[in-house]
């Protein structure tokens, strides 16, 4: 788990919705990433820690990530809607999708 809503309420003392009107985020994701049920891409994480005036790991420690299957099954569609048949590599696609994991 993350400890987003703990730098918030404690760092900041501000609400979900502040913390979105600050970072351009949806309270809506701001609250699924504090309860824990979406992961944030690196740029989401970056942006939050910054605001937070926060390293990124401090605030979501990467021991502390799980990824889903259903994240990773949701992941996988999104980035094969981009793939060019003509040109396909099954090889590269797939250390395309893994390194894509990792970099948000």
Not at 45 to 57: F, N, S, T
Not at 69 to 93: I, P, T
Request: hydrophobic share 30%.
């Amino acid at each position: 788990m993350n400890r987003l809503k703990e730098f918030r309420e404690t760092k900041l003392n501000i609400s979900q919705r502040e913390l979105s009107r600050k970072s351009g985020i949806s309270p809506v994701t701001i609250c699924k990433l504090e309860s824990g049920s979406s992961l944030p891409r690196y740029s989401t994480k970056k942006k939050l820690a910054k605001i937070l005036r926060e390293p990124v790991d401090k605030v979501f420690p990467p021991d502390l990530v799980s990824v889903t299957e259903l994240d990773l099954k949701k992941r996988w569609s999104q980035y094969c809607s981009n793939v060019d048949a003509g040109h396909f590599d099954m090889d590269n696609y797939v250390r395309g999708f893994i390194k894509s994991l990792f970099q948000g």
